[in-house]
């Protein structure tokens, strides 16, 4: 019997609505990809990874209530199996250090293709 692929589960963390909305309709145009929460704020987003323990978590670097470092280091903590992708319009290499170090495992610009998107969330929920 051949086994389905594994839907990989997805957080999306971000204080812009339009950004979380272009983020959840390219993702779940997937087959195999669905969308389980969405946050607005490092509190919610901490919240939602420690409920639904998503395969990836998709953070801005810059949100209300402690940022994108906060809301890495806390997924790490909460949900350990959690890997954590930030998007950011910021790539100086201070901010992508201090995400590295928090605990991302990539670091995409907003404006990046929707390919480009897909294909790092793949990437990172089969490594």
Do not use: C, W
Not at 48 to 53: D, I, M, V
Not at 61 to 67: A, I
Request: proline share 5%.
């Amino acid at each position: 019997m051949i086994q389905a692929p594994k839907r990989v589960s997805v957080l999306i963390g971000d204080d812009e609505p339009m950004i979380r909305e272009a983020l959840r309709e390219v993702l779940e145009a997937e087959p195999d990809i669905e969308v389980v929460a969405v946050a607005e704020d490092v509190d919610e987003t901490i919240l939602l990874a420690a409920q639904h323990a998503p395969t990836v978590a998709i953070i801005d670097v810059r949100m209300p209530n402690g940022g994108g470092a906060r809301a890495a280091r806390e997924i790490r903590s909460q949900s350990p199996g959690t890997r954590i992708m930030a998007f950011s319009a910021y790539g100086d290499n201070g901010i992508v250090d201090e995400m590295v170090r928090a605990g991302v495992s990539e670091y995409l610009l907003k404006g990046t293709s929707n390919a480009a998107i897909v294909a790092a969330v793949r990437r990172i929920a089969a490594a």
